[in-house]
């Protein structure tokens, strides 16, 4: 079955220290989006890439950077200088072209990262 | 600037009654708008969309809703809640801002709703 695959589920880190956040898919999607959910906040735009070698920032992409060297993967780092870490991390992933803002988002499990 | 805005942190409802989800949007043009579902410590999952046409949508699960443009509003409805439909809704609509290749399939996502259904 296709989907998105993130890992690992569950992750900590010390302070100062660097955290990269897996997203694979088999979707064959072009578009990929990382996501990060806090209670009560919904969800906010860290990153997305639209075409392999290509991403774009999103509303709160300070401390955080990605790469998009492949079409199926999309790592997140998540480093020193992001001070408030510990959250819930959504990949997810879309079709792209046409309409694209008419297409759903598939959404990965999630990884939860925890700042100790 | 595109916003939606989901007005109560939680809906209480028993089990077998109607259940409303309220979501309320701020766009320039014309609204695509997402309801999706999160179940605990999991993704989100797609319920249903409007993109044009119909006012009334039909979702996943026995889940509707109800575009109406003079209130700005997309409330999801469901005619019999299930203890099963207890989770966590978001209500979406689509960013209009673009780069260099056009559309994106980017979202604003509003603060979500939890939703519990007791027997």
């Known amino acids: 079955d296709g989907g998105i695959t993130q890992s690992p589920k569950y992750l900590f880190r010390k302070e100062g220290q660097n955290v990269t956040l897996s997203c694979e898919q088999n979707?064959?999607?072009?578009?990929m989006y990382w996501y990060r959910q806090d209670p009560g906040q919904g969800l906010r735009l860290i990153y997305y890439?639209?075409?392999?070698?290509?991403?774009q920032k999103g509303d709160i992409a300070e401390g955080y950077s990605v790469s998009r060297e492949k079409k199926e993967s999309f790592p997140l780092t998540v480093t020193s200088a992001q001070k408030n870490p510990t959250a819930f991390y959504l990949c997810?992933?879309?079709?792209?072209?046409?309409?694209?803002?008419?297409?759903?988002?598939?959404f990965g499990a999630g990884s939860r990262l925890t700042v100790l | 600037a595109q916003s939606v805005a989901q007005p109560e942190d939680q809906v209480n409802v028993a089990e077998g009654n109607p259940l409303t989800v309220k979501c309320t949007y701020s766009?320039?043009?014309?609204?695509?708008l997402f309801w999706y579902v999160q179940y605990p410590n999991r993704g989100l999952q797609f319920l249903l969309k409007?993109?044009?046409?119909?006012?009334l949508v039909k979702g996943s699960y026995g889940f509707e809703a109800e575009f109406n443009k003079s209130q700005t509003s997309f409330h999801l409805k469901k005619p019999s809640a299930l203890v099963s439909d207890s989770a966590l809704y978001f209500c979406?609509?689509?960013?209009?801002?673009?780069?260099?290749?056009?559309?994106?399939?980017?979202?604003?996502f509003g603060q979500g709703t939890t939703l519990q259904v007791k027997p």
């Open positions: 997810a992933s879309s079709k792209q072209g046409g309409d694209s803002g008419a297409n759903v988002l598939t």
């Open positions: 979707l064959n999607h072009d578009a």
């Open positions: 890439s639209q075409i392999v070698n290509d991403f």
């Open positions: 766009v320039s043009g014309n609204p695509y």
């Open positions: 409007y993109i044009t046409g119909d006012n």
């Open positions: 979406a609509v689509r960013d209009l801002f673009s780069y260099g290749s056009g559309n994106t399939g980017k979202l604003i």
